[in-house]
């Protein structure tokens, strides 16, 4: 009997064992905070894979989006910087390099910015023709010649608006206008003609170089400056008469300005020097005068006649340059008025 307690004693004494043991564990990890470990896990959970695979899909999609852009800006870059520049009538004549001496004489004058225009003032483009003169043919002036246009540059700008034709003439058009007239940039005729397979201008002048050719017109050289004749000689104008020693024009010159009204009409951006002239009779500075105030009646007629003002200077030169027939004066024809395109 005593045998049984014994080991009912014992079973008893180990259960509370068991539970002292496991109320040790419970509270040693309540004091601790920690809950109890679970299964080691190496890799990310289902949810954690998932997060990461739609950052990483927002990575690319930013990558491939910023690159993209990155690639379309650089190709819009490639392509505007691929836009060739205009090729103007000024590169052409520096690049014919046969006219140094007329390109510095032209920059001087403002043509630079001329020829290198596209448009005009109403924003057309400009098309134009352009017969420039070679070294050779402004060293045959000479020094005094070219000091001329440099001291005058109203005169040097009427020469060179001479060697003008509006639109674009090629040399294959320039050979189809054998024997006919055209008319240049400052309105005066200008005689073309095919000698012995040559371009001949005004019979003095040959073209020697042809075609170089610009997006705003062409450009040829030729061997020889073209000199405009004078209005006078266009129009063929009589002597304009005057009263004997005075300033009075007469009805029969007044006939005659009434064509040089209709050419200034005709030509709106044409100017003029007007120039007065004498015979050598007669005292010289009484002659200086008179020539001076006959210049400046015909500038008065003019403009009474509707020709604007600022397109008219004079000048008098007395019997400083007398018309001369194998060496004799002409007095008749020395007393003149001559119209010298600027």
């Known amino acids: 009997m005593f045998d049984d307690e014994e080991d009912d004693n014992g079973f008893f004494l180990l259960v ?7 109320l040790l564990i419970v509270s040693v990890v309540a004091l601790s905070g920690d809950e109890l470990p679970s299964a080691t896990v190496t890799g990310p959970t289902t949810t954690e894979a998932a997060e990461e695979e739609t950052t990483t899909t927002e990575a690319e999609t930013t990558t491939t989006t910023v690159a993209e852009t990155t690639t379309t800006e650089a190709e819009t870059t490639t392509t505007a910087a691929a836009a060739p520049d205009p090729v103007t009538m ?3 004549l520096v690049g014919s390099g046969e006219a140094v001496q007329f ?39 000479g020094a005094e010649g070219v000091g001329a246009l440099a ?4 005169a040097a700008a009427a020469l060179v608006g001479y060697h003008f034709l509006e639109g674009v003439v090629t040399a294959e058009d320039v050979v189809a206008l054998d024997g006919e007239t055209v ?3 400052t309105g005066l005729p200008l005689n073309v003609a095919v000698v012995d397979g040559e371009v001949i201008l005004n019979g003095t002048s040959r073209v020697v170089s042809t075609d170089f ?11 020889t400056v073209l000199t405009p004749p004078t209005v006078n000689q266009v129009l063929g104008l009589e002597n304009i008469e005057f009263e004997v020693n005075s300033a009075n024009i007469t009805a029969n010159g007044q006939a005659e300005l009434q064509k040089a009204v209709a050419f200034f009409n005709e030509n709106e951006t044409a100017r003029s020097l007007i120039e007065g002239h004498t015979d050598t009779d007669g005292d010289d500075a009484s ?5 001076q105030r006959r210049a400046d009646a015909v500038k008065e007629f003019l403009v009474t006649n509707g020709i604007d003002e600022s397109r008219l200077t004079t000048v008098g030169l007395g019997e400083t340059q007398p018309v001369l027939v194998d060496g004799v004066e002409d007095k008749a024809a020395s007393r003149r008025i001559e119209f010298e395109l600027r």
């Open 16 to 22: 509370l064992g068991v539970l002292a043991a496991i």
């Open 183 to 185: 008319q240049t940039r």
């Open 151 to 154: 001291a005058d540059p109203d």
């Open 287 to 291: 002659n200086l005068d008179l020539s």
């Open 213 to 223: 050719v610009a997006d705003n017109g062409i450009v040829h050289i030729i061997d």
């Open 90 to 92: 000024w590169d052409a």
């Open 103 to 141: 390109v510095t004489i032209g920059g001087a004058l403002g043509l630079q910015a001329d020829l290198e225009a596209l448009e005009d003032e109403d924003g057309n483009p400009v098309q134009r023709t352009l017969f420039a003169p070679s070294d050779d043919a402004l060293a045959a002036l």
